[in-house]
């Protein structure tokens, strides 16, 4: 099992970066894939980015491709996402997740996920 905790987030122009970073606590860290999810009012939370457990393979959804990078360091058992070029329609709560596997195969339906951390508010205005 795993435990999650994002940090990072708050408010920001558009045009700005940010960089969130998500700590995990519990064993085989890198044992794990591990992802960014988002969710804005009223709608289902969308996938934003897969890393897999080397940091080898990465995977963005198309909205933020370009823009964002997600990386790891399993020394430290911390994923990031590195957030530039920052629009107002990326506001939205940042959610970890995370799901034991050492596949490539990409999951972007957060149904495939079992580890969520709380989430941290990103909020980029115009």
């Known amino acids: 099992q795993v435990q999650l905790v994002e940090s990072g987030g708050g408010l920001v122009q558009a045009g700005g970066s940010l960089r969130l970073s998500c700590a995990a606590t519990g064993r085989s860290f890198s044992s794990y894939r591990m992802g960014w999810f988002r969710q804005a009012p009223g709608k289902e939370r969308e996938f934003v980015a897969q890393i897999n457990w080397s940091g080898g393979s990465t995977y963005y959804a198309d909205s933020v491709k370009g823009r964002f990078t997600i990386s790891r360091d399993n020394a430290k058992n911390t994923v990031y996402l590195q957030m530039n070029s920052l629009k107002p329609e990326d506001t939205a709560v940042y959610y970890c997740?995370?799901?034991?596997?050492?596949?490539?195969?990409?999951?972007?339906?957060?149904?495939?996920?079992?580890?969520w951390g709380q989430g941290t508010q990103v909020t980029v205005s115009s």
């Open positions: 997740a995370a799901e034991l596997g050492r596949g490539t195969s990409y999951y972007t339906n957060h149904r495939s996920w079992s580890y």
